[in-house]
């Protein structure tokens, strides 16, 4: 299964980042593997739900 990858810009405080980053080396996983663990925990949504709307700018 080829897979397009896409890059995903992310604005926050130094503390938090550097928090991500000793959490990562702690478990021994990439930050993008966190952040990919945490999406795919998230609940599907609803077919028709209004609050999926995807942002679009």
Request: proline fraction near 5%.
């Amino acid at each position: 299964m080829i897979m397009n990858k896409k890059g995903l810009n992310l604005r926050i405080t130094e503390r938090r980042l550097n928090k991500l980053r000793l959490y990562a080396a702690s478990k021994e996983k990439t930050m993008t593997q966190l952040v990919e663990d945490w999406i795919d925990r998230l609940p599907t949504p609803e077919i028709g739900d209004s609050s999926t709307t995807p942002y679009t700018k």
